[in-house]
């Protein structure tokens, strides 16, 4: 049987990761963070005095990567977004964390995927997906209180410039742009608590899993 995969993709801090979480601890399934990828990537590059920006030495880090890394909390930090967004925009890079992400997608009885291109790119048959999105200020505004609650103090104009910086390059890079696959249900969750947004997303994925299963 084919598993059931749900993609959810989105700009930073569009609730995506909290949706992620929960849908996973509701149906029982494993859930991939795949932004940790890319922020595992951009800072042990640059821990090794590579240049974020040159393909090869990310790459080179991306063929070396392994899942044990990607617990680390130094990834959580707000330069670890901003290095991961970086080496995002290569080719070798993104390839190379590809077998990763569907080996993981095509686990026995489904997974969650959070990311950017996962109903694009990684998993284009999964039979649901959403796009999540919300304004550049409340999604600054949520960043900004996470990584003051993570002990890092920030000023909120940084976060939103940061923010706007990050969905520029994420959506205009050449490899898998940031997207909504046209089958993706959207869900702003701008006026929405994470309560409301977790239900509603719920319910897209309960109505996708019926078609789903109508069909296997
Ligand atoms: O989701 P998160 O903020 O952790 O992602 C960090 C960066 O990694 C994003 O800004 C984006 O450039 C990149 N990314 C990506 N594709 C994914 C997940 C993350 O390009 N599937």
Redesign the pocket.
Known sequence: MASFVIAV?G???SG??TIATRLGRELGLPVL???????AV?VLTAQAGGNPDDEAAAGATATRLTADLLADPA??TRT???L??????HRKV?ER?LGF?RTFAAQPGGAV??????GT??CPDAPAKLYVTATPEIRAERRWKQLEGQGEAVAYADVLADIRR??A??GA?DA?P?VAAPDATLLDTTEMTIEQAADAARRIVEAARARWERSH
Do not use: F, H, N
Request: proline share 2%; no cysteine.
């Open positions: 993709d700009p930073a801090a995506k990761g963070d795949t932004g940790l990828l890319y922020r951009g990834l959580r670890a977004g901003e991961a967004s970086r080496v995002a925009v993104r964390l992400q995927l959070d990311g950017r291109d996962i790119v990684i990050r969905d390059r994420d890079r898998a940031m």
